[in-house]
């Protein structure tokens, strides 16, 4: 702010706190939500605090629709050189060579990066097959119901869900194979949202050439471990590959597109994407998140980076161990990644109930349709994930504590269902928070909820500068 700096623009001088206290207690309450709690949504993780600085900076101002060199606005020589930087990076963190792959960079998210390279791949119409969402698919892989497309990617296209082999409850090639003679799809896509286990690009690749499709990975959840090279390298057999930037990559918010350039299949291919992206399903960059995205891929082209994502896996590995050790019955037994699927059918308990006493207790899950379940309406399991955690430090003792606060926790939602004397959902929550005569659930739930809190404290959480203190708003019984 200068001298003369008039009225009306003070304001862009002052800090948020000033400003607008009321966003910045919203934003000091989450902070104090996730430094006291422990986050295990298999989607989420905690970003660097160098990405948060490049998240927030003054790249947010420019305008630069187009591509490095060819952009519809002046005064985008820095603009290029961040783009082509997080490019090289890109291709960097995946081990894979400029010379056969490319990337677009600017994808809002991975929703958004799948129906860009949905447009780039199919004509509208056009038939696709992608891992049904009960069996663990994402809703932009062609997601139907019996009433409604749910998504651009149904309601544009047409799709057809493969699944899981029941019996092994791993993805079923065959099944898959048999129902692509029938269909005919122009593209497969593989990847998803809630599968312990790896995937089989090669034979998903066979299955594509059978009919002339396109393969394409969607390995969002994955895309640390695949960095990594912790996990099977779809680069080697897909077309495209799309991610997300913000689950184990433990980036900002956004998505991106690789496609390869290589021989008469992907002659165009590139051209395709670029413009599939812009003009066709986005307008401007959000270039704030590419210099976010540049500086998370430049943490995963590190050593370091190998030694997290092996954590990462290690502390899923640890965690179901001893969930198994407790008798619990969890999808294909355990993982090969950063996430677990654990069935509660077996406890006549439903994921909604547990993802509740989850969060009366500062554990954060979610609930997820396991193999088999009957109604998509009733997740009968709930995805647990350690790449948050991993990023506050735990290890694999640390995640058999965590295994042993999701086992209280589960005891505890059983004694809670039985003493609210009901099903339904209200009745449980009244019974898990309000104290009555001769019942004992409430108060055990405060009980594991300190502990739990006590836990959660010990604990670093990345991006937070100032010392943490209890924002108003917060009541806390301890
Ligand atoms: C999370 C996810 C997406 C969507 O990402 P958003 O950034 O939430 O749009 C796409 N595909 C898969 C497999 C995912 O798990």
Redesign the pocket.
């Known amino acids: 702010m200068s001298q003369s700096t008039p009225e009306f623009n003070k304001v862009l001088y002052a800090p948020l706190s000033e400003v607008d206290p009321v966003v910045q207690n919203i934003i000091d309450k989450e902070t104090w939500r996730q430094y006291s709690g422990l986050e295990l949504i298999a ?1 989420e993780n905690l970003t660097s605090r160098a990405t948060m600085e490049a998240n927030g900076s003054i790249l947010t101002n420019k305008y630069s629709e187009g591509l490095p060199n060819a952009r519809y606005y002046g005064g985008n020589e820095w603009i290029d050189e961040l783009e082509v930087l997080c490019r090289d990076r890109a291709l960097k963190a995946f081990h894979l060579d400029p010379a056969i792959w490319g990337v677009n960079v600017q994808p809002y ?4 990066a ?1 129906f860009a390279a949905l447009t780039a791949l199919l004509q509208p119409q056009d038939r696709l097959m992608g891992l049904g969402l009960p069996d663990g698919g ?1 809703l ?1 892989h062609g997601y139907y119901t019996a009433k409604k497309k749910m998504t651009a990617s149904s309601i544009y296209f047409q799709s057809f869900p493969y699944g899981l082999d029941p019996s092994t409850q791993l993805i079923d090639y065959s099944t898959l194979a048999s129902q692509a003679r029938i269909f005919k799809p122009r593209l497969i896509i593989c ?3 809630a599968y312990p286990r790896d995937w089989d690009y090669e034979a998903l690749r066979k299955v594509a050439d059978e009919h002339g499709a396109s393969l394409m990975a ?1 390995i ?2 994955t895309s640390g471990l695949v960095a990594a090279q912790e996990l099977a390298d779809p680069f080697k057999y897909c077309d495209v590959v799309t991610t ?1 930037t ?2 184990t990559l433990r980036g900002p ?1 956004a ?1 991106l597109i690789f496609f390869r350039k290589d021989g008469e299949a992907h002659k165009d291919l590139e051209k395709r994407v670029n413009d599939a992206v812009f003009p066709a399903c986005q307008g401007g960059p959000h270039n704030n998140t590419i210099a976010g995205i540049a500086t998370t891929l430049l943490q995963a082209t590190q050593p370091s980076w190998k030694v997290y994502a092996q954590q990462v896996i290690k502390n899923a590995q640890a965690l179901a161990d001893e969930l198994v050790k407790h008798g619990y019955k969890l999808q294909t037994g355990g993982t090969d990644n950063h996430l677990v699927l654990w069935d509660l059918r077996p406890l006549k308990l439903t994921g909604s109930k547990v993802e509740k006493i989850g969060d009366l207790l500062g554990i954060t899950i979610n609930k997820n349709a396991v193999s088999g379940d009957a109604s998509a309406q009733v997740p009968g399991g709930i995805r647990i994930g350690t790449a948050a955690l991993t990023s506050r430090d735990m290890r694999e003792e640390d995640l058999r504590t965590v295994a042993g606060f999701l086992h209280r926790a589960v005891q505890l939602a059983l004694l809670v269902q039985k003493e609210s004397g009901s099903k339904l959902l209200k009745d449980f929550v009244r019974s898990a928070t309000v104290p009555a005569e001769g019942k004992v659930g409430a108060q055990q739930v405060t009980e594991l909820r300190r502990e739990v809190r006590a836990f959660a404290r010990r604990w670093p959480v990345p991006g937070i500068t100032s010392p943490i203190v209890r924002p108003a708003g917060i009541e806390e019984d301890d």
């Open positions: 989607s998210s991975g929703s958004t799948n994402h932009t990847g998803a949202s969607d969002a959840h997300t913000h689950k918010r998505g």
